[in-house]
């Protein structure tokens, strides 16, 4: 079936590298790099870092787009770039890969997690319903894995629970249980985002708020919720009774 089809997940590194693809539809990857055989590769979906985005505190590094291999040849870099003659790869192996048209997907896949992105591999099928890059390698959401855990536990929780400041601010809470002493609101965080100095700042106000106000904050990270959930639950389940 096509959307079984295979396809390289590779990395856009400037803005340079997306006019050269968009103006005349190629991608150079190193030949020590790109596509093994084997792979049976049909299909290349570009990756953008987080340095296209505009504002980096608001947005997240994404994949928008994605195209059928039409065509891979061998080229040195400088034949492909020759205006880099002191380019320390002027002279190496590259491959490049053509293509008839670029596809934009339906929807963005975030990179929300700031999980590293080099170059991997996954399916048409997975491209075409991911909606972030967690999501292509195999890897479930951290807010899915707790999201069945806490239902396989039976605790009641809304996720994606709204809370309104009164001067209009709008907080969107990951997960929210009622069952408890007091409201407690559980957040999945990213090790890389989180660990930013604008978003930490972001959700010390934002935790405030809510403490002030009468809920509970438990902070999770997406390592601890990968390899010990049923450590979070129990640090849930704590939070509960209020202990």
Known sequence: MAENKTVLVAVLKDKRDLGILKKHLWYRIPASHGPRPHR????????????????????????????????????????LLPGEHSHPNAQKNYLKISFSKLIRLKHKITNKNRMRVVFGYTTLKKLLKAREVIELFGVPPIENILARALRKTGIPSRRQHIVMTPSGKRYILDFAVFSGKKPLNIECDGEKSHSLRAQRHKDIIRDRYLRKNGWKVLRLMGKEIINDTAGCIRKIKRALRGA
Do not use: D, M, W
């Not at 590769?41 to 928008?64: D, E, G």
């Open 40 to 79: 049976g590769v049909t299909h290349i979906a570009f990756y953008q870092p987080l340095s296209f985005a505009r504002n980096s505190n608001h947005s997240f590094s994404c994949v928008r787009c994605y195209a059928k291999i039409k065509k891979i040849r061998i080229f040195k870099r400088i034949e």
